[in-house]
């Protein structure tokens, strides 16, 4: 990588701010989702609003999905650059004195969410593009409930989505406050570790209960 | 009390390496972990074989000469000091004890336990200075008041002692803390503010050279490191970096 | 005897160095790069010698044993350096400094050099601030000062308490700025094992590359010397592992004639001894005795009690407890000089009053100050009836706002809480007053050679000043050898570069190599560490902090003979040709059993109490020093002839022409 990304400060930047863009996204993920739980039009028609809208679908959607992917490759890029920093490894290395396990073991929280994620696009993101722009269906703004419920009846991937959540959870609970030290605002640390915690443990647990509660009421 | 050494051996730079088990006997609780390396040397001398080689001068903690990987960590079990005020009642009688050189490629190893620190030298020289002249022609020292907090925040950060046990404990062999101590004391001084745009792109730049690995914010660098320098420095270094490239 | 010529500058006190500077030769810059100079040693003189060298335009090799400058043993002073701003307006002065200086001193240093010392030391802090050295500063932001033992007003400025550390990381940057400029040279772990001289001069050195062993040839126009003290001499002191006299007597051997051994400073608080296995002491800030009350138990069979721990400090009542201090010095009590509060110390526990095992420890107590602080913060807080805990909790408190990381650390090294029990504390070697004898311009008898900081003969007299070693040490490299080697170095211009295949250097080199081939082959069957051991057990019973003529004349036998013993019997282990510890040491013990045996000699040949020198057989009636301004009022160099026994002494004389000559009193 050349240009501003060839400093390991910048790059460390670029994984914060792709990670702020995707903790923002996944709030409003979840804000969609969450109203599943009490009001299948409310979801039907917020599903339908993003599921059409031009500037959701045509410039935000590609953005997300940039972030994703960089977030994923300059991740791996990183960790292996990292890895090879110390080629001699230690006999005994006792990371668990000075750093918690979260910190320690990004890439495999990140490796649990990658895996998710391939899931999730096979589950509802493929379907989604195939039945807007491949075949070109009718769009039918109530059918997003439904497709939800139908997914969440099978218990094996909803026992698969507790489990990437939980390596959400733990990937956030580090990656929230790391992203604030990496673009140098510390001045509100204590507040900034408060607000993830908060968000590293809310977030994922809205989606687990989200994916129990249809596999439980359908 | 009686322990078991696991020591790594290594001739020099092109020799593989490798550990090497040894016992010591009565051994004190009030030995500092130096004395008790001392007294296995001395043993080995004593045998005629080679004793094992160490960095250490000062024995007091501020020197940074000493190193060492102890049971896993930078300067070993406790906290806030550096081998040589790590005691032997921080040990147990039977006890296995692991001792390792600081590893990371930018620190290669010369013999045993003692490592090549130069790749500090050289960020150092990339730009942790002020360029002023040592003439004592420059205006009187209390010309430019300074904040008390800025002039501790600045202390605070300066009393780093250049060991390299942040680079030691973290798991990516980064120097962020390191740079970030320096960098840290200098912007938070009016003085340094004339030349800390060009001093951090420099310092991070030599630092990224030297083959150091990135910082992931494990923190684990502010926990070992003796003079509990904080890792707001590190975002503090994040920032001005920021500041001066874009 | 010859007549040294300490090439003082005429006029009044306040002008010399002025007057002399105007005066002197200087090289034009263009000249300069063309002028090679060494510096031996990268602590504050040393590195801020190199960094301003190089700056002038002067190609400098600069060399340390550490690896990396930063790591010299300046770093570990802690207190604070001397300035006299007067920035607190309680009437400081440079004649003040100076005048302090001298007197603390003991009357046995040079005034023209201290006069100096004092009127550059407002430009040192100038030039740290400068440099961005993190000085302490009040709530307006300006520089804060405390204030040392010994003076009556405020003027050590400081940085916590890493003052030290905060100015030689000062002078490492501007080294590093010249680095990184090719115009600084460094040799991180190499050792200089000796300076050659060609037609006299100093020309060159060997040293030897620590990592690969490899014994290098540098050549220059002129040679600095800047490797410290030689309190390792005692084999247990407040130095680094590391610090050593080779240099200092390698150049000695050479020509450069070595003034005063026998000042030595004491140090009073340092943390005692606890086995035979120890290898170093480490020193806790004289500030201590501020607060603190020292004291030892009045009865005999108390202090038994308690070396064999069956009793506890805090069980014996007020009444059987010895405050010999206050009680001998009524005046200054707990506030005497390093050297009488050292002498005290040992005196009580040569009565067998120690108390810790080995005897050698007395108690410095804060409870009385605890309580006071306690009472008055209960005052301050509105508290009425406070009970003891709340008095001793506030007062420990302000105790740990104070003192609070020598408490932590005395704690990390002894185990023992120091606010519910009193601390132990000895006195341990600290500071070399005494070292290579060097004129105004700070160079040595070797035309060509310097010799600045804590290891020439300096500015202390015979008793050092606590902030003053920082200062001396700066003001030699920044702005004294700077302006003096360009007026020697001025006829060297057309000289050019100085060849490293003359014969001086195969020389040299061949006495280099055959001593450390000498080491590896011995194959005897005692370690370097025995040696330096026994030495310093001779040293710190017979030369240590009281001495008589039969325990030195015992001292320099006893010497010889280890001496003797040493080069029959050593043992180094590995080879020459690659990273060898005890190798090193060798060579630096080698040098101490030399040195050892002139500085024993020394102390006799002086028949005369003064600062750190005490001589038992000259006593005031109530056993204070006593000084003998009529005959020793010179500083002792001695010149190297073949044996440190045979060592020729020249005398300086001292002249008091700003100063009365006074008798220190404390009582």
Known sequence: MSGFLSSSIARKVAMALSALFLIIFLLIHLTVNITSLFSENVFNELSHFMGTNFLVQFLMQPILIFGVVF???????????????????????????????????????????????????????????????????????????????????????????????VLLALHLLHGFQSAFQSVGLN?????????GKIYAIAIPSGFIIIALFHYFNH | MNLTLKIWRQKGPQDKGRMVEYKVTDISEHMSFLEMMDVLNESLVAKDEEPIAFDHDCREGICGMCSLQINGEAHGPDRGITTCQLHMRMFKDGDTIFIEPFRANAFPVIKDLV?????????????????????????????????????????????????????????????????????????????????????????????????????????????????????ENIARLNREYLAATI | MTTLNSRIPEGPIKDKWTLYKDKINLV????????????????????????????????????????????????????????????????????????????????????ANVYRL??????????????????????????????????????????KGQTGQQLLLGAYSAMNRQIARGKIEMFNRHEMLDVVKIDGKARGIIARNLITGEIER???????????????VYFLSTNAMGSNATAAWKIHKKGAFFANPCFTQIHPTCIPRSGDYQSKLTLMSESLRNDGRIWVPAKLEDAKAIQQKKLKPIQIAEENRDYFLERRYPAFGNLVPRDVASRAAKERCDAGFGVNATGEAVYLDFATAIKRYGTEQAKIHGINNASIEKITQLGEAVIEEKYGNLFQMYEKIIDENPYKTPMMIYPATHYT??????????????????????????????????????MQGLADGYFVLPYTIGDYLADDIRTGKIKTDLPEFDEAEKSVKSQLEFFINNKGTHTVDYYHKRLGQVMWDKVGMARNEKGLKEAITEIQEIREDFWKNVKVPGSLNEFNQELEKAGRVADFLELGELFAKDALEREESCGGHFREEHITDDGEAKRDDANFAYVAAWEYTGKPSEAILHKEELEFKDIELKTRSYK
């Open chain 3, 433 to 470: 007053m005494g070292g290579v004898w060097v004129d105004y311009n700070l160079m040595t008898t070797v035309p060509g050679l310097y010799c600045i900081g804590e290891a020439n003969f300096s500015d202390h007299g015979a008793n050092r000043l606590g902030a003053s070693a920082l």
């Open chain 1, 187 to 195: 001045k509100y640390t204590k507040c900034v570790k408060t607000l």
């Open chain 3, 118 to 159: 004092a009127e550059v030391s407002g430009n040192i802090i100038d030039q740290c601030v400068a440099q961005g050295v993190p000085f302490a500063r009040d709530y307006g932001g300006l520089l804060d000062n405390r204030s040392f033992g010994g003076v009556l007003v405020s003027r050590t400025f400081y940085a």
């Open chain 2, 115 to 231: 490592v090549d620190r130069m790749a500090f030298e050289r960020i150092q020289q990339a730009g942790g200075y002020i360029s002023v002249n040592t003439s004592g022609n420059t205006q009187d020292a209390n010309s430019i008041p300074i904040s008390k907090q800025n002039a501790d925040l600045s202390m605070d950060a300066a009393s780093c002692i250049g060991c390299g046990a942040c680079v030691a404990s973290c798991k990516n062999s980064s120097a962020m803390l390191f740079v970030a101590a320096k960098v840290s004391q200098f912007a938070l001084l009016p003085q340094g503010k004339v030349e800390a745009k060009d001093r951090v792109k420099n310092m991070v730049m030599q630092m990224d050279l030297e083959g150091f690995g990135n910082c992931t914010n494990t923190g684990a660098c502010e926990i070992e490191c003796p003079k509990g320098i904080s890792i």
């Open chain 3, 28 to 111: 034009n810059p263009a000249n300069k790069r063309n002028i090679d100079i060494i510096v031996i040693g990268t602590g504050l003189a040393g590195g801020s010698a190199a960094a301003t060298l190089a700056e002038l335009g002067y190609s400098v090799k600069a060399f340390a044993y550490q690896d990396s400058p930063r790591r010299a043993h300046s770093i570990a002073a802690q207190g604070g350096i001397n300035a006299s701003k007067n920035y607190m307006g309680d009437g400081d002065s440079n004649y003040r400094l100076f005048y302090d200086t001298v007197k603390g001193g003991d009357y046995r240093s040079r005034e």
């Open chain 1, 71 to 165: 977030h994923f490759v300059m991740g791996f890029v990183l960790e292996l650059k990292n890895r090879g920093s110390r080629s001699v490894k230690y006999f005994k290395y006792n990371g668990a004195a000075n750093a918690s396990w979260m910190s320690r073991n990004m890439a495999v929280s990140g490796g649990v969410i990658l895996a998710f994620i391939v899931l999730h696009f096979i589950d509802f993101w493929f379907p989604e593009m195939n039945h807007k722009y491949i075949e070109f269906l009718p769009e039918d703004p109530t059918r997003y409930f439904a497709e939800l419920q139908h997914k969440f009846a099978d218990p094996l991937r909803v026992g698969a989505y507790v489990i990437a959540f």
């Open chain 3, 218 to 232: 540098h050549s220059a126009h002129a040679v600095v010397v800047a490797t410290g003290g030689y309190g390792n």
